[in-house]
């Protein structure tokens, strides 16, 4: 072992004083000394929930991991999930105590994406979730007066939620659902909030799934249902700087930009109590109309391959007719 390596809880942690990232000082040092710092605050939103990792092995691309790789710690809690889209049963881990996020750090996983679903009930979201993405990355303010028509919306239903910054460019909304919540009805719900949110103001926010379709708008993202990962409050996000996402008071999102939360600042944040659970309202039963409203509402990925394969008919159509009169 070199001088940089130590053990915690355990678990051997390696080439400690590696640069982290390129562009960046910090260290993989830096990286296990937040993860541990705030542990108490990340576990809760990982346990019991299928986790993928983004990690950034040094000459690598950054790569989403899913499937635990062989030489996983028999320690490490698991479950099997079946992916519709790959035909094949994914061994995902459950980060469920700080010996199992300090191994994830080792293993230069930077980035924490828990299902909205737990283990126990893999289809079934705890939360509804809408992603407030900007056009571009110096558009946070957009993405911010966004989440205010969200608010706005669920207020008119009677429903409240809790905010954080995705770490990226844009804002998440969680909002809890009732245990026994149809998980049809929880992404109809979704569906109808993100138009709602975007009847309110649409020359600021759209619900278009297709980008070219956006016309510099905030896309109100109502597509993280069922077995959908979403980045976890408090983890780090490999971005320049390496930003948190973050959990913000309702009052001070317009105050706040999403550099302002890293690595290096968060730990003191979050050091007396955890934004997160006190900002993050009781499980909340849908209302009827809301759910009747969104189930009529087309899934925006499937409306959009659709609309994409369209285009492409009649482009395909509109260049056999050019090269017909040519």
Not at 288 to 297: N, Q, R, S, Y
Request: charge should be neutral.
């Amino acid at each position: 072992m070199t001088a940089a390596d130590e053990v915690r809880d355990g678990v051997p942690l390696t080439n400690l004083d590696q640069p982290l990232v390129a562009g960046s000082d910090l260290t993989k040092r830096d990286l296990v000394d937040y993860l541990d710092a705030v542990r108490d605050r990340l576990l809760p939103a990982l346990r019991n929930r299928p986790l993928s990792v983004v990690r950034a092995l040094r000459g690598q691309a950054p790569f989403l991991q899913k499937n635990l790789p062989r030489y996983t710690p028999d320690w490490v809690r698991r479950v099997a999930v079946w992916a519709e889209a790959s035909h094949r049963e994914v061994s995902y881990a459950l980060c469920d105590d700080r010996r199992t996020l300090l191994w994830f750090a080792n293993q230069r996983s930077v980035e924490y994406h828990p299902t909205l679903a737990t283990a126990d009930d893999p289809q079934r979201p705890t939360h509804l979730v809408l992603d407030l993405d900007p056009p571009d990355p110096d558009a946070f303010g957009m993405a911010v007066a966004a989440a205010g028509l969200v608010r706005q919306a669920l207020a008119d239903v009677g429903l409240t939620g809790a905010v954080k910054t995705s770490g990226a460019k844009g804002v998440h909304v969680f909002v809890p659902v009732d245990p026994g919540t149809d998980p049809a009805d929880t992404a109809a719900a979704t569906r109808a909030l993100a138009a709602r949110a975007a009847r309110i103001d649409p020359a600021l926010a759209t619900t278009a799934f297709i980008r070219e379709d956006r016309g510099g708008r905030v896309f109100v993202d109502s597509t993280r249902a069922g077995g959908a990962t979403v980045v976890a409050a408090y983890s780090p996000r490999l971005r320049p700087g390496v930003p948190v996402s973050f959990p913000v008071d309702w009052a001070d999102l317009a105050d706040v930009t999403p550099a302002d939360f890293t690595l290096r600042t968060v730990p003191a944040l979050v050091a007396a109590h955890d934004p997160w659970s006190a900002g993050m309202p009781a499980p909340q039963r849908l209302p009827a109309d809301l759910v009747a409203e969104g189930h009529t509402i087309p899934v925006a990925r499937v409306q959009a391959m659709h609309e994409g394969k369209r285009r492409a008919r009649a482009r395909r159509a509109a260049g056999a007719e050019a090269g017909g009169t040519g």
